[in-house]
């Protein structure tokens, strides 16, 4: 319940942000914070393609270690960097974006777990693709909870 609290606390500083510039925060963070994006996605997309090459499983149609790893050391990465942020840089308009929906944007990836998924049920393995879809699900949420609580270890709040 602390992670969800957490999360609620970083869409109200997105509020209060609107609230006192006047402004959408689309219209604050403005042409900087996209190319900050795009330069992040860049990054965490061949990032991802690296990790993909050198650990290439697709090809059996069995688990995906590649996304799997990719998926849930992001959602780690993604409630560490939302939590932190909140905490030390409430009023940054480039590194959440940057590093959350950039970088960590870029190297997990939604699409082709659902397409992995697909095709190991294409080939008969039903068994895989319902541990790989539930293993997946559970694990990254706790990953995720874990990395919002990790971000406010030693917080006096």
Do not use: C
């Not at 942020?85 to 190297?107: C, F, K």
């Not at 777990?113 to 293993?135: G, K, Q, R, W």
């Amino acid at each position: 319940m602390n992670a969800l609290k957490q999360l609620g606390a970083v869409r109200n500083i997105e509020a209060v942000i609107a609230e006192e510039t006047g402004h959408g925060l689309r219209r604050v963070l403005g042409a900087a914070a996209l190319t900050a994006i795009g330069l992040g996605g860049a990054v965490g997309t061949v990032a991802r393609y690296e990790i993909e090459r050198h650990w290439h499983t697709t090809g059996s149609y069995g688990w995906s270690w590649a996304t799997f790893v990719a998926n849930l050391t992001g959602a780690f990465l993604l409630g560490l960097l939302v939590s932190l942020v909140a905490r030390h840089r409430p009023a940054s308009h480039y590194l959440r974006p940057a590093l959350g929906t950039g970088v960590l944007g870029g190297w997990t990836t939604f699409s082709t777990y659902e397409v992995e998924t697909v095709l190991m049920l294409d080939h008969h393995h039903a068994s895989i693709a319902l541990t790989y879809v539930l293993v997946t699900l559970v694990a990254g949420l706790a990953l995720a909870a874990a990395g919002l609580a990790g971000g406010h270890v030693g917080s006096t709040r």
